[in-house]
């Protein structure tokens, strides 16, 4: 693998996600267009989102006690922004990987992040745009309904390292009418150029999530023909999933965050109570089956979400292998300790540690021929993506075949979305 951080954006990803950044006094973020540094939505985001070196876009923490002491500081000059690191040489880990980083240099030129120009608009209810959907990476997120029950329980069962209650009402509206969101929709693809709109719940009395959730995606499919995704807990009716494979999700996706049952209690007490890991994965495992069902070529996948730091190396990469196995993609995030939190105290993970598990990710996919890095134009800034993670292999060739019937399909991929968008929006304006 390259060591070397300015020659290897994906393990510059990673170490910027564990050791965060310090803003230069030079750098003006918003007033160069930049979006501006949000508490978070979905419990994992709250930094300055960049543009690195090879087209990886992520989302730095800068809030956070430990982005204090970081090495690495945002610099901007004449030519643009760029990521300086002052201090250590290289250090050594216990998993062995010696990463290379020079002392007080220069590591890469970096672009912010676009602000949209549609963020500060207000729909025809008078709600700021950005206040119903923002832009994670280039795809649009909307948490359409009331805060996540767990927040509101006495005593409160939060997710431990989540932040989603101390945010609503604050960066987000409380909840957003689907007219008003196919307003945000329509302005983030006319003037963002968006491909993916992802819908995010938390845990709702009775599981309504998903009937919350069908009005939004039936619109935005038909009026649009935009990808949708859909991320909630897992509804006890897995038939549910089906029905939304049949009215065009084209993915489910399913936090478990943790694969070690003791620490998932812990961490997670309203998900243990409310469904425990086994539906969790049940759902994973049920979803990933209906890939080859129904809407013939429409693309479909189904996602188990981890968070990468908050167990045993081993363990994540036991999640990873199991969602692999069950034909799921995983989704790993990196432990964001972030401010106002249960886990604000805790210390972010290790990049070395952090490097065998985000390689597993791409191994794994590739050894189970999952349609990795095939929606059109979703970069995402939050985590690693599995084809973002190709950096860290030790032989970056060994699937090169593979990585060839990727690529095709992606391009078969790209002409069909392009066709489903046209149609629709033809279809809507007649
Ligand atoms: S389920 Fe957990 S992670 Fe999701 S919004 Fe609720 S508390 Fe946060």
Redesign the pocket.
């Known amino acids: 693998m390259e060591t070397d951080v300015r020659r290897n954006p994906a393990l510059l990803k990673l170490d910027l996600y564990c050791r965060g950044i310090r803003i230069d006094e030079s750098c003006l973020l918003e007033g160069d267009g930049g979006r501006q540094i949000l508490r978070t939505r979905a419990?994992l985001g709250s930094g300055v989102e960049l543009i690195l070196p090879g087209g990886l876009w992520t989302n730095v923490p800068v809030t956070e006690t430990f982005a204090q002491s970081s090495p690495y500081v945002l610099h901007r000059d004449v030519r643009g922004y760029s990521i300086r690191r002052h201090g250590e040489r290289g250090r050594v880990s216990g998993a062995g990987i010696q990463m290379k980083v020079p002392s007080a240099e220069h590591i890469a030129r970096v672009a912010l992040a676009p602000r949209p120009s549609w963020y500060d608009r207000k729909t025809s209810t008078g709600k700021t745009m950005t206040r119903v959907g923002t832009l994670q990476g280039t795809y649009l997120g909307i948490y359409p309904a009331k805060v996540?029950e767990?927040?509101v329980e006495k005593p409160k069962e939060?997710?431990r390292f989540?932040s989603?209650?101390l945010n609503l009402g604050t960066d987000d509206a409380d909840e957003k009418s689907v007219s008003e969101v196919m307003e945000v929709v329509r302005a983030a693809r006319e003037e963002s150029g968006i491909t993916y709109v992802d819908f995010n719940t938390?845990?709702y009395e009775g599981d309504t999530y998903l009937d919350i959730l069908e009005p939004y995606v039936r619109r935005v499919k038909a009026e649009t023909g935009l990808l949708v995704g859909v991320q909630t807990?897992p509804h006890h009716d897995l038939t549910r999933y089906r029905k939304l494979r049949e009215i065009g999700v084209n993915r489910v996706s399913f936090?478990f965050e943790i694969f070690d049952t003791e620490i998932f209690r812990r961490v997670?007490p309203?998900?243990n109570r409310e469904y425990g890991l086994t539906r969790y994965l049940e759902a994973v495992r049920y979803c990933a089956t209906l890939g080859s069902t129904g809407r013939g070529f429409e693309p479909w996948v189904s996602n188990g979400e981890i968070i990468a730091g908050l167990e045993p190396a081993q363990s994540s990469m036991a999640a990873i292998d199991w969602i692999t196995a069950v034909g799921g993609i995983p989704t790993v995030c990196v432990f964001r300790p972030l401010v106002g939190t249960d886990m604000e105290g805790e210390a972010p993970p290790r990049t070395e540690d952090m490097v065998p598990i985000f390689r597993r990710l791409y191994q794994a996919c590739m050894e189970k021929d999952l349609p990795i890095g095939v929606a059109p134009n979703v970069h995402v800034s939050l985590v690693l993506l599995p084809e973002e993670c190709r950096w860290l292999m030790d032989d970056p060739h060994r699937y090169w075949w593979k990585e060839l019937r990727l690529k095709a399909k992606a391009a078969a991929y790209r002409l069909k979305f392009e066709r489903d968008v046209k149609r629709a929006l033809a279809a809507h304006a007649a």
């Open positions: 419990g996540c767990y927040w939060n997710c989540c989603v209650g938390g845990h807990p936090c997670c309203g998900k």
